[in-house]
């Protein structure tokens, strides 16, 4: 064990370059600061549009509960999932259901007015105050023991470009909307610093090999296994990066990015590209919060891999009568819970690197919603389904509870992590305190 206050002597010693850094960040031998409590992480991830109910609530409520349709993907998970049904946006104001949804939906307090018109409400603004994810990261960043080289990080898929509050997921305050990387290579070039744009990304590997030789032969078995995954990993991603630009060569197109292209049929691809960086970017602790937007609320993708060519909001106002398109809603957000699975499956086949079990021990993932059920744009009954036992909550059940409000909730996010504020947003809905969930 390389103690950590010999650490810089180490790197010293055998001359390593900067750009092998990212790479070490989390190999337990070097015995950074932060290894030595346990790793807690939070992903919120971000579907919009509402759910069927009847597809994705278990009817039964305790241990004893069945997964819906839109659920069945997490069914090898079901004694690690907590589905939470009464949780309520209570949070009113300016702006529309859809604004609210998304605008409230981690802050838990009103959007400021502004100038931005949604449906026939007032228009709005920003949130009036910090996303929950965000809340904790300043947590966790002010201690040696829990801060991280970027404390979060915020993925997007086909999230638009423009900047308003149906595409805005998280706050680093009031008025400070935090704008979720949609690129995958992009947020390679982000966690892996040195490249500037996709053509370095292909020589990063070359940059850091002997460097990486370098180390393993200076430190134990087990950091030995994760260098090996570290290169095996870049050197896919640079795989994938040089058969594309072949492709761009072959195609005679010019200015091609030499990527997947951020494309609503891509949206498969895109989503598995953000889950790998993301599970990976947990391997080499470069955060613990992170969240995952797909879309925006009132998203509008073309869920054309399933057969459905209607706009996904679209779809969403059609009324409970039309069965086909009922359908179409359940097979999307049993999509969704596909995602969902894939993350957790990821987590679950990764060892706690330092620690004690797997990342999916060590991580809450929480699915939500900007909407309860599309066609009606309530705020009652917001999804929220949770994995993972990253906050010690009893998981394994289904609840159904009082319209209790979703600020609660947020609370015990914050509690899970030992950050044990009173309130968090508007606090006029934290008077009961956090759920216990544990």
Same mark, same amino acid.
């Given at each position: 064990m390389v103690r950590t206050t010999d650490r810089r002597d180490f790197i010293r010693e055998l001359g390593l370059g900067a750009a092998s850094l990212p790479f070490l960040g989390n190999l337990p031998g070097l015995g950074f600061a932060n290894q030595a409590r346990r790793k807690q992480r939070l992903v919120v991830i971000f579907s919009p549009n509402g759910v069927v109910p009847n597809a994705f609530w278990p009817t039964e409520q305790g241990s004893d509960f069945k997964l819906p349709k839109s659920l069945e993907p997490l069914e090898p998970f079901r004694k690690q999932t907590l589905v939470l049904n009464g949780v309520c946006d209570r949070v009113r104001g300016d702006g529309d259901a859809h604004m609210r949804g998304i605008g409230c939906l981690l802050t838990g307090v009103e959007l400021y007015p502004g100038n931005i018109q949604g449906g026939s409400h007032t228009p709005a603004g920003w949130a009036s105050g910090v996303s929950i994810d965000q809340e904790i990261k300043s947590f966790l960043q002010k201690e040696t023991a829990t801060r991280t080289r970027f404390g979060s990080l915020e993925f997007g898929v086909q999230v638009p470009d423009r900047a308003d509050t149906w595409t805005r997921l998280s706050y680093a305050g009031p008025n400070k909307p935090i704008t979720p990387i949609n690129d995958p290579y992009q947020m390679f070039a982000k966690l892996y610093g040195k490249a500037k744009d996709r053509e370095l990304l292909a020589s990063v590997l070359d940059d850091v090999k002997d460097d990486l030789k370098k180390v393993s032969g200076a430190v134990g078995v087990e950091d030995r296994r994760l260098l090996d995954e570290h290169a095996t990993f870049v050197?896919?991603?640079?795989?994938?990066?040089?058969?594309?630009?072949?492709?761009?060569? $072959?195609?005679? =197109?010019?200015?091609?990015?030499? /990527?997947?292209? #951020?494309?609503?049929?891509?949206?498969?691809? &895109?989503? $598995?590209?953000? =889950?790998?960086?993301?599970?990976? /970017?947990?391997? #080499?602790?470069?955060?613990?919060?992170?969240? &995952?937007?797909?879309?925006?609320?009132?998203?509008?993708?073309?869920?054309?891999?399933?057969?459905?060519?209607?706009g996904h909001h679209e779809l969403s106002h059609e009324p409970d009568s039309n069965e086909k398109a009922q359908d179409k809603l359940t097979r999307i957000n049993h999509w969704f819970c596909e995602q969902i699975a894939y993350l957790a499956k990821k987590l679950a086949d990764t060892p706690e690197p330092g620690g004690s079990g797997s990342l999916l021990d060590n991580t809450t993932i929480v699915w939500t919603n900007e909407l309860g059920k599309g066609n009606s744009h309530t705020l009652d009954n917001i999804p929220f389904v949770l994995v993972g036992g990253g906050l010690n909550f009893k998981m394994g059940r289904s609840l159904k509870l009082p319209r209790v409000p979703h600020n609660r909730l947020l609370l015990s996010l914050a509690h899970g992590f030992g950050h044990s504020i009173k309130q968090f947003g508007n606090r006029d809905f934290c008077g009961a305190g956090p759920l216990v969930l544990s």
């Open positions: 050197r896919e991603m640079e795989k994938e990066l040089r058969a594309a630009a072949g492709d761009t060569v $072959k195609r005679v =197109i010019p200015e091609l990015p030499a /990527s997947v292209k #951020n494309e609503n049929d891509n949206i498969p691809k &895109l989503s $598995k590209m953000q =889950i790998d960086l993301m599970v990976n /970017s947990f391997v #080499n602790d470069f955060g613990r919060v992170a969240t &995952l937007q797909y879309t925006n609320s009132v998203g509008m993708a073309r869920m054309r891999w399933l057969g459905v060519t209607e």
